[in-house]
């Protein structure tokens, strides 16, 4: 079984910064892509960054020149550093990894961390 725990989420004023992590733990062989997503009451869950094994990066319009996403293979964690934050960020903010098993890929989510901007 895999689990992926996060944690540097809460309340920050606007303006100010946060650092999410994202730990992953159990049966892993290979993580190929990580990533962040976002979900706000009432809203769909929205990718916010994603960073492949090879690197590619990719960032929602809404967060970038704000948000940097990051990993560290050795540790199997993903980053997330949040600048100049806004009040519409504000959403719980879910981690997802991507293994291969064979030719079958599988995803598996974090438990979600709360980010609350205040303006």
């Known amino acids: 079984q895999v689990q992926l725990v996060e944690s540097g989420g809460g309340l920050v004023q606007a303006g100010g910064s946060l650092r999410l992590s994202c730990a992953a733990s159990?049966?892993?062989?290979?993580?190929?892509?990580m990533g962040w997503y976002r979900q706000a009451p009432g809203k769909q869950r929205d990718l916010v960054a994603a960073?492949?094994?090879?690197?590619?990066?990719n960032y929602a319009d809404s967060v970038k020149g704000r948000f940097t996403i990051s990993r560290d293979n050795a540790k199997n964690t993903v980053y997330l550093q949040m600048n100049s934050l806004k009040p519409e960020d504000t959403a719980v903010y879910y981690c997802?990894?991507?293994?291969?098993?064979?030719?079958?890929?599988?995803?598996?989510w974090g438990q979600g961390t709360q980010v609350t901007v205040s303006s």
């Open positions: 997802k990894i991507v293994t291969w098993t064979g030719p079958i890929p599988r995803d598996y």
């Open positions: 159990g049966s892993i062989f290979s993580i190929d892509a």
């Open positions: 960073i492949t094994s090879g690197g590619h990066i």
